[in-house]
């Protein structure tokens, strides 16, 4: 016995009283090979362990019992047997028999030994570590740190890389290799329930290479879908106003929405694909902020001139609500992101997102602060045209100011449009004769 093991005179012989490295006490009979939680110092309840006991004693030096219920009547979860030899438990005495381990299916297999680790790692003082244990945990370990090399952010398995390093090198340790301890037991047992528990999920041996590409690529290929109006008459109506009045950039934000609530790999990469999302849109709120406060200043001083009209005003007075609005949403938007940062939240807001508003109009809302600044720009221009164009009507005040202005302007405008275009186009592969005829055309 190591030094976890405790013998008392309150402790009935032959039981040994076991002490986990958590600090909690369990008591192991050797001869019998009955192991217990029940406090056996209670002679009341040594009794009872002993009647119990009665009912599950075998002669297998590598199978020992561990008793749940004390109770008389034998029940089917009352007790689990645990083969050392095979490093597998089961509440079954037969299915865990060495003469009967070759005749077990391979998820049944992992499944006990499953149970096996997770009885281990409760109770691992009163044998020796399981030979085998460190070979196996370090050979998983490197397939798992191999795979996130492989696969990156797709990874599905229970480690991440920079975990699969920290967990090789502490198995690497020269204390861990040489000799055995509760607490070695316990790590090892803890890497290896976890995963036996990641090849049942994973329903590992069973498959054949394709049949599990087939499996995997089903399973990552699901999407969040964006519920689509009812009737093609309401579709096309919200296209076209995301087209007309959004200016199409609501399309950006649902792509953003659908890339943060995809899948892939461990649950961790959830989070931080959340993380990246919310960074995202407070990055791109801050820069729309600070050119909505700009134009801001600009429209307010625009209308403190006296001599403009009332067209040029109006334009003036709808690109500062505009601006306003922008950075009144934006400023929101960015405070109630900022504060919703925990994956409990992200599955929250997307559960939300997708069975109230839904992904389209949702994606719309998001993309209020760039559309009310484009609104705000468009009004703004417009009310400097307007203004320069007043000369005009006056027949000979500033004409030559003027119709430089609106020159000026239509070049500005050629230019973003060609832009514009440009980018909208350049972002999808082009055929070389696809192009040639568009730019015929034109």
Known sequence: MTAHSVHTTLTPSPWHLCVHPEGWIYFFHPVLRILTVEDIRDPRVHDLVMQKAAQ?????????????????KPTPLDHLVVNHAHCVASHEFAEVQSKNISNMEVQDLYRARR??????????????????????????????????????SNSTVPFSKAECEELLRLLKHTDLYSGSSPSKTVFLAWILKEVYSFRIAEDYGKYTEKQSKDIRAARTS?????????????????????????????????????????????????????????????????????????????????????????????????????????????????????????TAASFSYMHNVEHSLGLQVHAMLLSLPPVLLVWAILAFAASIVAYSLQALR?????????????????????????????????????????????FRRS
């Not at 599950?56 to 008389?72: M, N, P, R």
């Open 56 to 72: 599950y004693a075998t002669d297998e030096e590598d199978i020992e019992i561990k008793l749940f219920d004390i109770s008389l």
């Open 394 to 438: 006056n027949h000979g005040q500033n004409l030559a100011t003027s119709w430089a202005v609106v020159g000026i302007f239509v070049l500005i405008l050629l230019a973003v449009s060609t832009l514009l275009y440009s980018f909208s186009v350049i972002w999808k592969w082009q055929s070389p004769i696809r192009s040639r005829l568009r």
């Open 222 to 342: 699901r999407q969040v879908n964006a519920p689509e109006p009812q009737g093609i008459v309401m579709s096309s109506v919200l296209s076209a106003v995301v087209t007309i009045f959004f200016f199409g950039i609501p399309r950006t934000y649902l792509a953003h929405v659908k890339a943060a609530w995809k899948y892939r790999g461990r649950l961790d990469n959830v989070q931080q694909t959340w993380n990246a999302y919310i960074k995202r849109l407070v990055q791109e709120y801050s820069n729309f902020l600070l050119i909505a406060t700009v134009l801001l200043s600009a429209t307010v001083s625009f209308l403190a001139v006296s001599d403009i009209e009332q067209g040029g005003l109006f334009a003036c007075i709808i690109a500062t609500l505009c601006s306003l609005g922008s950075i009144i949403v934006g400023v929101f938007c960015i405070w109630s992101h900022q504060n919703n940062t925990t």
């Open 115 to 152: 149970h096996y680790w997770t009885h281990v790692s409760r109770h691992p003082v009163h044998f020796p570590t399981p030979e085998g244990a460190l070979r196996d945990a370090v050979d998983a370990l490197v397939w798992y740190f191999t795979d996130n090399l492989m696969t990156g």
